[in-house]
């Protein structure tokens, strides 16, 4: 797929970006790079190979869900202008 100095004035249109000429020219050619390089990976003989989510074999260690700090609700509410049932009460601001 080409791509061609129209089409990043329209993205850029799109985007609400200000580009010049030369500024678009760039684009463009970085834009043809990155697509020739995704040609190729598509040519690529992926048969048999199975997605990874990560290319290394390990696992994140997660901690144990437990509550380690009392509720303080209360307290932290106790400044607030207006509460009702543990909720904060905020004007509304969209009709």
Avoid at 12 to 27: I, T, V
Wanted: with cysteine.
């Amino acid at each position: 797929m080409a791509i061609e100095h129209e089409d990043v004035r329209r993205a850029a249109h799109l985007a609400m970006l200000g580009l010049d000429e030369r500024e678009a020219e760039r684009y463009v050619t970085d834009l043809s790079r990155i697509l020739e390089m995704v040609d190729r990976l598509q040519e690529v003989d992926t048969e048999g190979v199975a997605p990874l989510a990560h290319p290394l074999d390990t696992t994140q260690p997660l901690r144990a869900d437990e509550v380690i700090e009392p509720n303080r609700r209360d307290a932290l509410q106790a400044c607030a202008p207006a509460v009702t049932d543990g909720l904060y009460l905020v004007p509304r601001v969209v009709e």
